[in-house]
């Protein structure tokens, strides 16, 4: 079982800066749209908003890289929802897209579980405030954030803030209004900087992943 990891943050508060660090063979990018990334980089990216694609590259044992990054994931619920609002007229239609759209990026989410045990998989998405000012994941209509509560669904939930100084940092633990969330002793202190590879590198030592093996090779071995 592989696991999986909420990053959220506001536009420009350096989510997809955060790859920066990462070498092209260690992290395969998934990106929902096809904008550029923040930085210079040759890291290999598929552009894609197929919900049932993404699920097979998760699943897929051929897939070299042990991390995977889907990026602006929340816009595969925009693109299912603005292909699909116009044509559904109103009443029972409209409750059955929604439906739709929360049962599929659910079984995403839930897809992570049958990855290979040493991939680490992050799902980078906006952030949404509500009128209490409390802070979690932006989503469209009320099933994902209500019925299901998508950051629940994760151990580790990293809450990204552009600073006055300019710098971003990754917030590793709850102020009470957001989601953040991660293991007790797997960082030192509440805020660090927006460095995925450092905070992969971090995870597997925590969890002792960096001994794990593929299921492609324990399957070799076991031949």
């Known amino acids: 079982m592989a696991l999986g990891v909420l990053i959220i943050g506001k536009s420009g ?10 070498k092209d063979d260690e992290v395969g990018v998934i ?14 990216r598929t552009f894609t908003t197929d919900i049932d694609k993404i699920c097979k590259i998760l699943v897929n044992p051929e897939v070299k890289a042990k991390s995977i990054v889907i990026d ?3 816009y595969l619920i925009t693109d299912k929802f603005m292909k699909g609002h116009s044509l559904t007229g ?17 079984r995403l989410i839930r897809t992570i579980d049958a990855a290979p045990a040493d991939k680490i998989v992050y799902v980078v998405m906006h952030e949404d405030k509500n009128d209490f ?9 009320r099933l994902l954030s209500e019925k ?3 950051p629940g ?24 209004y957001d989601v953040a969330k991660t293991p007790m002793g797997m960082f030192d202190t509440k805020e660090i900087d927006n460095d995925l590879k450092m905070v992969d590198d971090t995870i597997r030592e925590y969890y002792g992943m960096n001994e794990m093996k593929s299921d492609e090779a324990e399957e070799k071995e076991n031949a």
């Open 31 to 44: 990106s929902a749209t096809n904008k550029p990334l923040p930085f210079r980089n040759n890291l290999k």
């Open 148 to 150: 299901v509560d998508i």
């Open 133 to 141: 000012g409390d802070i979690s994941v932006k989503t469209i209509g």
């Open 13 to 22: 508060s350096g989510k997809s800066t955060s790859l920066r660090n990462f």
């Open 90 to 106: 109103k009443g029972n239609a409209v409750f059955e897209l929604y439906n739709d759209l929360a049962d599929s990026f659910y």
């Open 153 to 176: 669904l994760f151990t580790i939930c990293l809450r990204c803030v552009a600073k006055e100084d300019g710098k971003h940092a990754f917030l590793t633990q709850s102020s009470g």
């Open 72 to 74: 602006d994931a929340g």
